[in-house]
């Protein structure tokens, strides 16, 4: 990724800075906090904010407890699913493939799995899968890693029953004032 400079948000990120969803109070604690952390590289602390817009509800939370807090959906990553469809992938029909499962793993087993995924997936996981989180993570782990100004992430969660994901954006810290010297 290239470098954007210091002070300011690289410009692809600009226009969509998760601030502007904050009320004022939450905009300067926000900013406090993404203070604190330009000095830091990646570790367990940093903060990942959870916005609750229905209640208007900001939680910082640290990224190493965020799996706690807010659990990703891991039951798509189940060894019987992923060697299913790996089996797919490399051509097989799906029958061919499941009774192969059930060979290697067991059809009790497979059962469980796509039963649990199911579940997971009538429950709403709202787009919050261990993949996504990861990805996450990852990202994070860049912006910090990064030369130039730190984020914050910004989980803005999902209304319990809608259909929709967690989103997530991203709080930069507002660009320096340039000051003028007269020589």
């Not at 959870?50 to 798509?76: I, K, M, T």
Request: hydrophobic share 35%.
């Amino acid at each position: 990724m290239p470098h954007h400079g210091s002070g300011s948000a690289p410009p692809s990120q600009a226009c969509h800075d998760g601030r502007t969803l904050l009320s004022s109070s939450q905009r300067q604690r926000t900013d406090g906090l993404l203070a604190q952390q330009q000095g830091y590289g990646w570790q367990g602390e940093l903060p990942v904010l959870l916005l609750e817009r229905c209640w208007l509800r900001l939680e910082p939370v640290s990224v190493q407890s965020l799996a706690r807090v807010l659990p990703p959906d891991a039951s798509g990553a189940a060894p019987e699913l992923v060697r299913f469809r790996d089996l797919k992938g490399s051509g097989l029909e799906a029958c061919l493939a499941e009774q192969l499962c059930w060979q290697e793993f067991g059809r009790g087993a497979v059962q469980q799995a796509l039963r649990r995924y199911w579940s997971a997936q009538e429950a709403g996981n709202h787009g919050w899968t261990l993949d996504r989180y990861l990805a996450f993570l990852a990202e994070y782990r860049h912006w910090m890693e990064a030369d130039g100004p730190k984020p914050i992430p910004l989980v803005v969660l999902a209304r319990s029953g809608a259909p929709e994901p967690h989103r997530i954006e991203w709080c930069w810290p507002s660009p320096t004032p340039m000051r003028h010297t007269d020589s």
